[in-house]
């Protein structure tokens, strides 16, 4: 096992880590579980096409039952996370713009899990041809936000040869502390995960990079990769967005993805932490991806880290931190910085959801936009190394084809430079934009 010395990326900004979008109220508290009396539980959680529910209301389940199957080599299947009744299969908001198929199960609290959950043991000594088909079988999709399936990274296109494997460590996202408490309680689950994946597709070289703002976590993964073969441990410069895939790739390797390319084009493939813990529950024990940790914090009483079951409903989760500490005036799904607003409370906690964040009225109002003062720090905090400012002018303009040739196709939509904009002006939410409709003018 090696450390190696800390690298980063060009750009990027440094959101505050003390205050305000800070960690400091969740990074200091321990996981804790909690299960609620319903779930409801989203057909699609992952990039692709959803599941399609195979259960009907009255139907009773047990946990770790497939309730939704995979209808497509890019979809997933989804898995009960309670035993009890079925008491609806209906259509719910979730966070996109249309209804999302959800099966709501009242638990029952009993725990009872479906027959033939068997495991393959060891990740070391497991046959390496049943890892990728076990982690496909477990309806594991990217948990750090992505949510692509697992099991297709895992599947390398025709004359691709992935050299190294880089789990995402760095948990670069404001509020958001559910990896770095993963990472100091179940340290050798995310091992397991990362030597599961070398074996299956060959690698020599397995990375964890690590934020240096976490001192306790590179400590933890470096006692627990001691001994394992080709795991190294990468310390990274505390700066957003590190975690992005094509920043850490850049920061591990030195290796620059080509624009319009992917992290196998230069033999990467990089997974969040938390997915590679899943992989290890998949391997080791038959365990399909059915509970998850998320940081619930802003305005609630007792901020906290839960493990809870998929499907968990944002008010429930609220209620295990004893409720709101102030009246909220916005949810939002995921960190300060990428994360979605919620339209209540009562969406559901997906595969990829790492954080609740709760604001009040004065954190949630927005800022006035002003003129652009040309002043440029749009364009130094970009790490994609786009011209914000002059993709603003031409999609004000209309100029989408312009904003093309600009490569706002290659907009990682971080935030970084509103976050640094003086004048407020809404740049990333205008690359978000101008991506959809250069997407739809393609289909």
Known sequence: MLILPKSS?????????????????????????????????????????????????????????VIGEAQHPRS????????GEVIAVEERMQLGATPSTCVVIRND??????????????????????IIPAIRDAGIC??????????????????????????????????????????LERPLKIIDGLRACMRALGVERGVVAIEDNKPDAIRAIADAAKGRKGVEVQVLKTKYPQGSEKQIIKAVTGKE????????????????VATAAAIADAIVDGKPLIDRITT????????????????????????????????????????????????????????????????????????????????????????????????????DNEDYEGAKRENVMDCLLCGCCTYACPAHRFLTATCKIAKERIAKMRR
């Open 76 to 83: 997933l299947a989804v898995h009960s996370s309670v035993s």
């Open 257 to 272: 993805v080509p624009s319009g390319g992917l992290p196998i084009d230069i033999g990467a493939i990089v997974m969040n």
């Open 296 to 395: 619930v914090t802003g305005h609630v009483a007792v901020p906290s880290n839960l493990e809870v079951p998929i499907g968990t409903m944002i008010q429930d989760a609220i209620t295990a931190c004893d409720g709101y500490g102030d009246t909220p005036c916005k949810i939002i799904m995921g960190g300060g910085m990428t994360g979605l607003c919620a339209h209540d409370d009562t969406i559901s906690i997906a595969k990829g959801s790492g954080g609740i964040v709760v604001l009040n009225e004065k954190e949630a109002k927005l800022m006035e936009e002003g003129p652009c003062i040309r002043c440029a720090r749009c364009v130094s905090t970009c790490p994609a190394g786009l011209n914000p400012c002059l993709i603003r002018k031409l999609c």
């Open 142 to 183: 990217g948990m750090g936000g992505a949510c692509f399936p697992t099991h297709v990274k895992l599947t390398l296109p025709a004359g691709k040869v992935c050299d190294t494997i880089i789990l995402n460590g760095s948990e670069c996202e404001t509020y958001m502390t559910c990896d770095h408490r993963l990472m």
């Open 9 to 65: 990326f060009k750009g990027g900004v440094h959101p505050l880590h003390n205050a305000g979008e800070g960690k400091t109220q969740t990074k200091g508290v321990p996981i804790k579980k909690y299960t609620p009396d319903t779930v409801a539980i989203p057909m699609a959680m992952h990039l692709g096409v959803p599941a399609t529910p195979i259960v009907k209301k009255g139907d009773t389940v047990l946990v770790g039952q």
């Open 109 to 130: 609290f009993c725990d009872t899990w479906v027959d033939g959950i068997k495991g393959f043991g060891n990740v070391e000594e497991v046959d390496q041809s049943v």
